[in-house]
């Protein structure tokens, strides 16, 4: 039975007509739509003022562009909710008012609250359902669905995501019969992709429950109806491997490295099956690979890699000698992995200087045919990099300077030059020779953008926005609005680091925080997919794509602006509000006034929503969970632990800065950092005024932790 309507809460025909305009009216989220329906809803409560639907439609209205008055609209909707308590229009409305703000948890409460005063409404039963997806409650959603699926049977779409529910649980023999169900007694769908993609699908939930033997058996029941052949190989060869037949697993990956012997993930596979630990069987079969695809690069490297003495140096020379012949600049680059082991290091210094011999004697190769004037180039280009990465850096500069002066028009010889002076310390010019190379050739945005980072390494941020915009085609006075809606997070990073060392930490941290907002909003704008891919179908790739965004923060931007954001709480706690806003860079500051004075009022309201705010009132704590997802991401780097320490020291939390010190001295020598020992003896030394308990803790660990460090 449904509730009974409070008093006052009942409209009349006209005032109805009005309201299911003003619904109309909202949905179209028209800026000038949304004026209109601001003004309809006004009139209605004009002679309704405590209908509790209209004031609740006024609150959420009062939300969206151009008003965005959220305080308001908040206590207009609670006051709406107030007013009419037993209303679904009201409690629906305020689940969208929290969901407008990612507000997930309170959304779905309020949600729920609707589903009481109509347990059967299937718009809320669907929201919901992409509410919780989005919390990963994962559970809820499981009965969600179920719910749904009762009360429209007939759409497949609805056994589908239901089944995909009870795979995200982890329930894989229920999701299973689900999918058994779809397929005998609705059938599949018409198109051949989409029917691969349904078989794929039912193979991955098998896979992925445990059953290797029922995945093949169903490759087997649909061959010639699934047309991925490379997740079909893959998939069986992890199968034959989880059931010991190795055969059968070598014979996959044969058949996937047949099909692209450069895919270095197919590559080492196959190798690992054929030889397991045995290294020997490995060289071996890398030497087998390169006699059946010789044209493989990463049969020829990783063969290269693997092998030593004498058959290593013939693999090097000839690897060397090809890409001189053929002018290829990136043969540096490409030796980069081979200066982890010294022999090799030292091979590909002789063979170059031999080939440099060579070419300063007949100005050839000694098994060219013919002369080749520009080898000799790329020979000091390539020996440019080897003293560079064997500490040489003279040497390094004297080889580029050599490569220059022969043929002064090879663009790429400048960011040689340049990563040889940025390694001596020397940034202004390194700057100096990224601009020369970009004036180049003013078309490729590779030297642009390589450009503006030399130059915030320099601080010359003005510069560095101005060469930026060239590639822009927008005034200068837009190029940071480009960069929030491109979403550049290179350069936003590199503009906080050069405003971090000219001391304006305020806005550099800023900058960093702008990195979190983007990945809240990345993170965020996976719910415009769920309604989107379920229509689709695509259930394999929707999965990798809720799989990605469990993990987005452990993305190297995020990771390096979080670090960085820690540093600087940790700043702001030591200096002191008012001393770090007296330290703002002034002529940055009046250039981005001067900037926003330029805008369109839509684009300053653009660039609004990329606001952040510095906490300065409680900076640790502000920091703290920053620290809590880098600990659980980059727990295997060195700087992560010496932040950890660091930051729970200041916080008087010594029992996970202690935790902190034992997990940093667990990595690969970490017992020989000057710096992390430093911090450990400040702690120690800090940690006096502890409960007993504590203290007697700490004490005990302190001689063992100590003796660690060599």
């Not at 029917?195 to 896979?207: A, D, G, H, K, N």
């Amino acid at each position: 039975m449904p509730p009974k309507v409070p008093p006052g809460q009942t409209l009349n025909k006209k005032d109805d007509e009005k309201f299911k305009t003003v619904m109309r009216l909202y949905e179209s989220k028209n800026p000038k739509n949304v004026k209109k329906a601001l003004k309809t809803v006004e009139e209605i409560l004009v002679s309704n003022p405590d209908h509790g639907e209209s004031i609740a439609m006024k609150g959420l209205i009062l939300s969206l562009p151009p008003f965005k008055e959220k305080e308001k609209a908040y206590e207009l909707v609670k006051q709406g909710v107030f007013k009419n308590f037993s209303s679904l229009v009201c409690w629906h409305v305020y689940g969208l008012l929290y969901r407008s703000d990612n507000n997930y948890v309170e959304a779905i409460k309020c949600y729920k609250q609707a589903l009481r005063l109509d347990p059967n409404n299937m718009t809320i039963l669907r929201d919901l359902s992409l509410l919780q997806l989005q919390a990963r409650d994962l559970g809820s959603l499981a009965d969600t669905r179920q719910t749904i699926l009762q009360l429209k049977p007939q759409s497949k779409i609805n056994w589908l995501l239901f089944a995909f529910a009870h795979h995200l649980q982890g329930n894989h023999e229920c999701a299973l019969c689900i999918l058994d169900a779809v397929e005998s007694s609705m059938g599949l769908p018409t198109v051949a992709y989409d029917v691969s993609e349904f078989y794929l699908y039912r193979i991955l939930v098998t896979f992925e429950g445990g059953d290797y033997q029922g995945a093949l058996d169903l490759f087997k029941k649909y061959e010639g109806k699934v047309v991925d052949d490379e997740y079909i190989l893959a998939t069986s060869a992890e199968c034959y491997e989880k059931l010991g037949n190795n055969a059968k697993e070598i014979e996959c990956y044969a058949k996937l490295v047949d099909i692209n012997a450069d895919c270095i993930d197919f590559v080492d596979a196959y190798v690992k099956a054929v030889a397991k630990d045995d290294a020997a069987k490995a060289l071996d079969t890398y030497r087998q690979l390169r006699e059946k695809y010789p044209k493989s690069q990463t049969v020829q490297h990783d063969l290269m890699l693997r092998s030593t003495g004498d058959e290593a140096r013939k693999l090097l020379n000839e690897y060397i000698r090809h890409y001189i012949k053929k002018g290829i600049p990136s043969l540096g680059r490409s030796l980069k992995a081979f200066y982890d082991d010294a022999e090799k290091t030292a091979m590909i210094g002789e063979i170059l200087a031999k080939c440099e011999g060579e070419l300063n004697a007949e100005k050839k190769l000694a098994d060219d045919a013919e002369p080749n004037l520009v080898a000799v180039v790329f020979v000091w280009t390539a020996q440019a990099y080897h003293y560079l990465r064997t500490g040489d850096c003279e040497l390094a500069l004297k080889k580029i300077d050599a490569a220059i002066a022969h043929t002064p028009t090879i663009e790429m010889l400048y960011l040689v030059k340049a990563k040889v002076l940025k390694k001596m310390g020397n940034l202004e010019e390194a700057s100096e020779m990224v601009e020369t190379c970009r004036k180049m050739d003013l078309g490729d945005r590779n030297p642009n953008t390589k450009s503006t980072k030399a130059l915030f390494r320099v601080n010359k941020w003005k510069q560095a926005e101005e060469t930026y915009n060239l590639f822009t085609y927008r005034p200068v006075h837009e190029t940071w609005s480009t960069i929030l809606d491109m979403q550049i997070q290179w350069y936003i990073t590199a503009q906080a680091d050069c405003l971090y060392r000219l001391g304006d930490l305020d806005m550099a941290l800023q900058r960093y925080l702008l990195i979190d907002r983007i990945f809240k909003e990345i993170v965020e704008d996976q719910f415009d997919f769920h309604h989107y891919v379920s229509k689709k179908q695509s259930m394999r790739a929707y999965l990798d794509l809720l799989r990605f965004m469990d993990h987005a923060r452990n993305h190297r931007f995020w990771c390096y602006a979080a670090k960085r954001v820690v540093r600087c709480y940790l700043d702001v706690h030591q200096l002191g509000k008012e001393q770090v806003l007296a330290k703002q860079n002034a002529e940055f500051r009046e250039y981005e006034e001067a900037r926003a004075k330029l805008l369109t009022k839509e684009q300053k309201e653009k660039d609004a929503e990329y606001d952040v705010t510095v906490d300065y009132e409680k900076p640790l704590e502000a920091a703290e969970p920053f620290l809590s997802t880098l600990l659980q991401y980059r727990g295997q780097e060195l700087d992560t632990h010496l932040l950890a320490v660091e930051l729970y020291t200041t916080m008087n939390k010594p029992l996970k800065a202690l935790r902190s010190v034992k997990q940093a001295l667990t990595l690969k020598d970490a017992s020989k950092s000057a710096e992390l020992k430093a911090v450990a003896e400040k702690f120690f030394a800090s940690a006096t005024d502890l409960k007993p308990v504590v203290k007697e803790l700490v004490d005990e660990e302190k001689a063992a932790v100590m003796k660690q460090f060599s």
